[in-house]
């Protein structure tokens, strides 16, 4: 980019922690004086909070950048710091999972089940010739077993690669030959909007091009009729059957934990190894610092599923390293109601809450009225992660699901991190709304321009880490080249996570979304981010998405795809007044530079299955061309919509 982002948003609400909670809180202020004082002895203490069988001898390896080595020397083994010191300490009876299925039936699974199923799990893949380095894929839905697989695999040592159980064949084709899988571990199905999905016979398609798989473990979950072949195994023949006794043997630190593919720029998806020691000491502490969590007394509930790396560290690694009591559920928000997930809070008394933006931007568009249909008294703690929250989705969640008592910790993080990086602290931090505010202790992050100099105060820029960090990828799996350009070679010494971010004034950080999103508009870099803060800040506006088309005056023009409020007429001229209005809106709110050419009234936007929202399709439809893929998306009927109404509009205007 020629200049660096605009700093066109400004956001002058702030809220102070809760005096309780900040005078109960885990961690204070003192945390981000010790780790400026010494980064990495800060980090050595937090890496105490685990149980090692063999103390590292190094710190940190940074002599061979960007390749880190953390805990040198050290050995823990992880399903051991999840499940066996807790249920040594006496914690056996403590629920570890309360599991509600889609359908409504449930299980509540202790911390000693828990370890005897994983004991189970991991004597029953030993006895399929499964060893510490070999890969194992994993293709399930929401359902304990997921969680189990994922420990047993830590637990021997073999590195896990969970693919979300809803790719499609060609997505779990791919990720089963680059990791050369040895096992594959799937279900019949699952059920998702009240429907049995089947999840096997995609599996029998892709191990159908996979030589490397030797054996299929399935559960049975929705009793569907399955395909068998001479290398299917059923889970409750195999594993429920197999010894619970089975003792762990400590990893090397820097022994691979797992693989976990994002789409890449190129066809082939990157596979993010992490290992185990530096890892699991960034996900206990964070889970621990960030939700303030008292395992003895919180319900902690995190609604990402296992398939994205928001499950791995914190649904299965932090939860459990620090042995909370958490809820899991299977099925969508809106099955059988709009209510689900608020009817869960209130049944297990949920305490923490950590979600995704745009599932907060959907249950605002579904109505205030539901969740104030439940109980919700028992939420303490509120998070936010996967994608920039824009600041009037935050305050709804504050007001109408934390009742104006509970801190919002808006999260930034990334697959490649493994951990949360930037967040406020709920017991220190002065939050402002749609500001993830500054790095954890122990995280160097900065914003930069083009040259890499720090952006001052009030400035935009590119987000960038400076120093390594325990829970950091190690490489792109099998191919180190590809690890050092995409997040290494922008600006030498610092690694580019992708992301555009801007300080305000007090220098806290604000994230702009991915820099692909932004927008040239007359030689103004415009962050898609803001756009759809302003556009969403109206109160006839539930959710937004912006792209940048072509445009022959000013280059690139602002396209707005917007979802109304329930409430709201947009039908013939009331559609169009809004519409003028909401171009004027933006205009008043982030200057003339930022009015949208075009905004477009939709019932729906194409969202991944992680919630992510899709803007290259959109881009697509700005521009008149054929849709790119949509078989990531959750529901491809969406874009059918969307290309009618812009055709229609068009139409109109013509």
């Keep these: 980019m020629s200049e660096t982002l605009e700093n066109l948003l400004h956001e002058t609400r702030q809220f102070p922690p809760p005096a309780a909670l900040a005078a109960t809180a885990n961690v204070t202020a003192a945390a981000y004086e010790e780790a400026s004082a010494d980064r990495l002895a800060f980090w050595e203490r937090q890496a105490r909070r685990l149980d090692w069988a063999k103390e590292w001898n190094q710190v940190l390896d940074w002599s061979n950048p960007p390749f880190a080595k953390w805990f040198v020397g050290g050995q823990l083994n992880v399903a051991y710091n999840c499940l066996d010191r807790h ?5 056996g009876d403590k629920v570890a999972i309360y599991w509600e299925g889609e359908p409504g039936d449930t299980r509540t699974i202790t911390y000693a089940d828990l370890h005897r199923m994983t004991c189970q799990a991991a004597n029953a893949l030993t006895a399929l010739g499964v060893t510490a380095g070999d890969r194992v894929a994993i293709y399930l839905p929401m359902i304990p077993e997921a969680v189990v697989a994922m420990l047993a695999c830590a637990r021997i040592g073999a590195t896990h690669s969970v693919v979300f159980g809803g790719f499609s064949v060609e997505a779990l084709t791919n990720r089963i030959q680059d990791a050369d899988a040895k096992v594959v571990i799937t279900a019949d199905g699952g059920y998702r909007r009240g429907k049995a999905i089947a999840l096997k016979a995609t599996v029998d398609q892709a191990v159908s091009r996979c030589p490397s798989v030797e054996h299929v473990l399935v559960v049975r979950r929705t009793g569907e009729e399955v395909t068998w072949t001479d290398k299917d195994l059923w889970w409750h023949e195999t594993v429920e059957q197999a010894s619970d006794q089975h003792e762990a043997q400590p990893f090397d630190a820097e022994h691979p934990l797992f693989i976990l593919y ?6 082939k998806p990157k596979g993010i190894l992490h290992t185990t020691g530096g890892y699991l000491t960034q996900v206990s502490y964070t889970t621990w610092a960030v939700f303030d969590l008292k395992p003895e007394t919180d319900v902690y ?22 042995g909370a009591t958490q809820v899991m559920y299977e099925g969508t928000p809106d099955t059988p109601h709009k209510g689900r997930l608020w009817e869960l809070v209130d049944k297990y008394r949920v305490s923490i809450l950590y979600t995704a933006p745009t599932l907060i931007r959907t249950l605002m568009k579904w109505g205030d009225d539901i969740p104030a249909q439940y109980d919700l008294s028992s939420l ?4 936010s992660v996967g994608e920039p929250i824009n600041p009037e989705a935050w305050m709804w969640y504050r007001k109408h699901i934390g009742h104006d008592r509970c801190p919002v910790v808006d999260t930034w993080w990334q697959t490649e991190t493994g951990a949360i990086m930037i967040s406020p602290l709920p017991g220190v931090t002065v939050a402002k709304p749609g500001s993830a505010m500054a790095p954890l202790p122990g995280i160097s992050a900065d914003v930069v321009d083009d040259q890499g100099n720090p952006v001052p105060n009030g400035g935009g820029g590119y987000l960038v880490l400076r120093e390594p960090w325990p829970s950091m990828l190690r490489t792109v799996w099998g191919d180190d080249q590809r690890y050092i350009d995409t997040y290494w070679s922008r600006f030498p010494g610092m690694y580019f996570p992708g992301d555009g971010a801007k300080k305000d004034e007090d220098g806290h950080i604000w994230l702009l979304g991915r820099v692909d999103d932004v927008m040239l508009v007359s030689g103004h870099n415009i962050s898609t981010t803001e756009v759809e803060s302003a556009l969403v800040s109206h109160p006839a506006v539930a959710e937004a998405a912006v792209v940048g088309a072509t445009d022959p005056t000013t280059g690139q023009a602002i396209v707005a795809f917007t ?14 007044a809004l519409i003028a209005e909401l ?22 936007l194409p969202k991944t299955r992680s919630g992510k929202i899709m803007r290259r399709l959109l881009r697509d439809v700005a521009e008149n061309r054929e849709l790119g893929d949509v078989t990531t998306l959750q529901d491809s009927t969406v874009m059918d919509l969307i290309a009618k109404g812009m055709r229609a509009r068009k139409s109109d205007e013509d």
């Design 380 to 383: 303490r703690l509120l998070g």
């Design 583 to 604: 171009r004027e809106h933006v205009a008043k709110t982030l200057g003339p530079i930022a009015k949208p050419r075009q905004i477009m009234l939709v019932p729906e």
């Design 87 to 91: 249920v040594a300490a006496g914690r």
């Design 301 to 322: 509930w995190c609604t990402a599923d296992i398939g994205w790396v928001t499950g791995h560290s914190y649904i299965v690694y932090g939860p459990l390293s620090n």
């Design 563 to 576: 979802i109304p409020r329930s409430h709201v007429d947009t039908s013939g001229t009331a559609g169009e």
């Design 262 to 267: 994002t789409s890449g720029t190129t066809a």
